[in-house]
């Protein structure tokens, strides 16, 4: 039989709000209780492999992220969205449990890859930050998580279910699925040698016909794994499928770990019923908050901040000032920070109004992150194309040109003031061809996402 705990019950208990605005937390057992509970889970299991046994101070270290942890919104890890000055944004708009962009093991450890280096830098306004790594080596591993933690990193992730290619041709990602026992060796023998706790991320399995998250998620309960991330899609699936929130609650109240959810959460009330109703310890966004990056304000003060287009030209004018801190002010920053820029505009020009009355029930059928919108206009908010300002249509345009000229006048622009000024100017000159030119395509985004979207494991 499944080991039942305790320390999951508590860990996965359904948060509770009050009715009040924001969301309040039941009172948790202390960090003491968590630590003696996760000690005392049954070593019982019909697995050949059993783990050694787990220090009190490593128990403790678990405990206490788990606390932080209890509760949250947490930025998934994105390649290439998750640069700092990116999740520096997320934090402006109350992320306080961040995480890096996937980093190669070997690399780090091998090659002191700069650029891999550059992924371990914590942003100042980062609360609570973990660094995600890829490996399928101990050695490896155990010495890029003492080069996270010399970076000031809370707790390291293995990434364990990326489905892209880089990754599974070198056994790493979501092939570490295929073997549930090497990957808890391999959990095993990272997490007891690293002075801060250790999280894996994972997928469902490698396809429909092969889930086998349940097996995977009760070795690594005694792996010495601090907590689980489960994206609710299989590797094949990528994000053709709406996640299934069903396995992910199978899991978390099952096991013997806690549990973060993870996949298709775009709003506050979408974010508050997977907390609540699906056993999980916390729940993680990605392609969400690429969205909406003011997605952790919302979700902590459980309503939508309604923001106008002027009040957007000022979040995108702070990333684009963020940019030029990180990447530099001058040519070469520029080319830098134009490999981001227009890709972040082609996520944020998905962001529209979703209010609860108007779309909580049809998120209940579908996720309003796959639903595929066939024009610029909410028809559900009475809106037409015509009826919209032509500076809410820019920014509503999915045109990869558009993008490309937005950003430049973002970069160029002196003030916000400036900016929605030479923004207007544009859109008044241009929006209509580009329009044009995303219905001759035919690109308008669907419900899988763009395709570089790459949480580093779902």
Not at 33 to 43: G, H, I, M, S, T
Not at 342 to 355: D, I, K, Q, T
Request: glycine share 8%; net charge neutral.
């Amino acid at each position: 039989m499944r080991v039942r705990t305790q320390i999951a019950r508590r860990a996965f208990s359904a948060v509770r709000a009050t009715q009040s605005e924001a969301i309040e937390f039941p009172a948790a057992a202390s960090v003491a209780e968590l630590a003696a509970e996760f000690k005392n889970q049954d070593p019982r299991s019909t697995s050949k492999w059993q783990p050694e046994p787990l220090s009190d101070e490593h128990l403790q270290r678990n405990a206490e992220l788990v606390e932080k942890l209890r509760g949250q919104v947490i930025l998934a890890p994105l390649t290439r969205g998750n640069n700092l000055p990116f999740r520096r944004l997320c934090a402006d708009f109350g992320a306080e449990v961040t995480t890096s962009e996937m980093a190669f093991a070997r690399q780090l450890v091998r090659k002191k890859d700069r650029k891999e280096i550059t992924r371990l830098r914590r942003a100042e306004n980062e609360k609570i930050y973990g660094v995600q790594i890829a490996t399928n080596v101990i050695d490896e591993g155990v010495k890029a998580g003492l080069m996270a933690a010399e970076a000031g990193a809370d707790w390291v992730d293995l990434n364990c279910g990326c489905p892209i290619y880089e990754a599974t041709r070198r056994g790493l990602g979501s092939a570490l699925l295929r073997k549930p026992e090497k990957l808890a060796r391999l959990v095993g023998g990272i997490a007891s040698q690293l002075p801060i706790p250790l999280t894996v991320k994972i997928r469902t399995g490698q396809s429909e016909g092969s889930i086998n998250v349940a097996k995977v998620v009760e070795l690594l309960s005694r792996s010495g794994a601090a907590a689980v991330t489960v994206h609710g899609r299989t590797a094949l699936q990528r994000y053709k499928k709406p996640a299934d929130w069903s396995l992910i609650e199978a899991a978390a109240r099952e096991s013997g770990i806690p549990l973060i959810g993870n996949g298709d959460i775009l709003t506050h009330y979408e974010a508050y019923r997977r907390l609540n109703d699906h056993g999980c310890l916390a729940v993680m966004v990605g392609r969400g908050a690429l969205i909406k990056p003011w997605i952790f304000q919302e979700a902590k003060e459980r309503r939508e901040l309604n923001l106008s287009a002027t009040d957007r030209i000022e979040i995108y004018r702070r990333l684009t000032a963020y940019m030029k801190e990180y990447f530099g002010d001058d040519d070469m920053g520029r080319r830098k920070a134009f490999y981001f820029l227009p890709w972040h505009l082609g996520f944020f020009c998905r962001s529209r109004p979703l209010p609860e009355e108007a779309f909580g029930t049809l998120s209940l059928q579908q996720p309003l992150i796959s639903t595929r919108w066939e024009s610029v206009a909410s028809p559900e908010l009475g809106e037409t194309v015509d009826s919209l300002p032509i500076l809410e249509r820019l920014l509503r345009c999915e045109s990869d040109n558009a993008h490309q000229e937005m950003s430049a006048v973002l970069w160029e622009a002196g003030s916000d003031a400036e900016a929605v000024v030479a923004l207007e100017k544009l859109a008044t000159e241009n929006v209509v061809r580009w329009e044009e030119e995303v219905r001759a395509s035919g690109d308008r985004d669907g419900g899988d996402g763009r395709d570089d979207c790459r949480e580093s494991e779902g």
